[in-house]
């Protein structure tokens, strides 16, 4: 097993690991796996729990806890513990310039070695929630959203393509073009095969009260989404359904969000979703926008509305779209179940419902659509 097959709720098991091996401490990737399972079990409130869980299952040799303790403080605490007179002589420098590790101990610009130690400060963003971000990590998560790359699925097309081999069906003009080459012989013909192409896809996103933590960094996500396809449509939901694909195609994500609070009369305010998606069926989905599409609902699922009445809506969506995906950002809480009267009446006519309230399940997002 290799730590590509690691959970994502393991990365700072991972992350903390790769800073070790910069220390110079050999860590195998099986002392990695057992880490993070006694991270699952014993979880990260206790600074004890965690250093001793490390500590017996990192390291391996005595001569290895001082480097150790060091690289805790740097990764856990963010600083250094003050240097005995006997360690005073090594140079201790933490490098945040990427996740590649470097050599563990080398010469400084003093007399004594220098000890390197790497971390990325980004990798550890992807898994932070955004309700708990600061202001700057928020800035940083927004530009680091730009790198992903939402592609769609695709589906058969009525027109037909030119096929590389043998296909089902002869393409006469080609092969008239290809006998023009010899003479006029039809010595190599052409065919045809079905053609594919992009599935279109819908965002339905919660911009309601209960979602302020996690509507804008959501809407970027949609921008993102945008600017990628030309068969992507943006709405948002809140006490009204609100179309706002053209405020989000603009190319400049600041530009796109300023033009969609300009747009969206209901932000923070009260959730309708029942009546939204009635909305968005009755005059864009049902005639044709969701036919055959990928229909991502963003929300948490708390719903003044009638829940008879979103069950009754999402059953008509179900039936003409081709998948139903809920994107709800309170399912990376401990303990959480779909409780909530709006989440429970729509949960039977999902497909799937996943995480969105980090880069990491949104990146895991974009490879759903994919699919």
Excluded at 2 to 28: K, N, Q, T
Excluded at 75 to 81: E, I, V
Excluded at 182 to 200: M, N
Aim: glycine share 10%; aromatic share 6%.
């Amino acid at each position: 097993m290799s730590e590509d097959h690691i959970p994502v709720g393991s990365e700072l098991a991972v992350s903390f690991g790769r800073v070790l091996r910069s220390a110079g401490i050999e860590v195998p990737v099986g002392s990695v796996i057992a880490y993070s399972q006694a991270l699952g079990w014993l979880g990260l409130g206790g600074r004890a729990s965690v250093y001793w869980a490390g500590r017996a299952t990192l390291v391996r040799r005595p001569e290895d806890i001082v480097t150790y303790d060091r690289a805790f403080e740097a990764f856990w605490r963010g600083r250094w513990p003050e240097l005995t007179p006997a360690q005073a002589r090594v140079t201790v420098m933490l490098d945040d310039s990427g996740p590649d590790p470097a050599e563990g101990a080398g010469l400084g610009e003093g007399t004594g070695p220098a000890l390197v130690v790497r971390y990325s400060a980004a990798e550890v963003l992807r898994v932070k929630d955004f309700a708990r971000c600061t202001p700057a990590e928020l800035a940083e998560a927004y530009r680091l959203m730009t790198n992903l790359r939402p592609r769609l699925s695709r589906r058969r097309s009525r027109r037909r393509a030119p096929a590389r081999r043998s296909g089902n069906r002869p393409d006469l003009r080609r092969t008239v073009r290809l006998a023009m080459r010899s003479r006029g012989e039809p010595i190599r013909r052409g065919w045809t095969e079905p053609g594919e192409r992009p599935r279109r896809m819908v965002l339905l996103c919660d911009v309601s009260g209960s979602m302020e933590p996690y509507a804008r960094a959501l809407l970027r996500f949609c921008h993102v989404a945008v600017a990628a396809g030309t068969r992507v449509e943006a709405f948002t939901l809140g006490t009204r359904l609100t179309r706002v694909t053209r405020e989000l195609s603009h190319h400049d994500p600041d530009v796109a969000i300023e033009r969609t609070a300009h747009r969206v009369q209901d932000w923070s305010g009260g959730t309708r979703l029942g009546e939204g998606i009635e909305a968005f069926n009755t005059t864009w989905g049902i005639p044709g926008m969701a036919r055959g599409a990928i229909v991502v609902i963003l929300s948490d699922g708390w719903d003044r509305g009638s829940p008879a009445a979103l069950a009754r809506e999402m059953s008509r969506l179900k039936r003409v779209a081709h998948r139903v995906v809920w994107v709800n950002p309170l399912k990376a809480s401990p303990g959480y179940a779909p409780i909530a009267r709006g989440m429970s009446a729509a949960l039977p006519y999902v497909d799937d419902l996943v995480e969105g309230h980090s880069l990491a399940s949104l990146d895991s997002l974009t490879e759903l659509m994919a699919r």
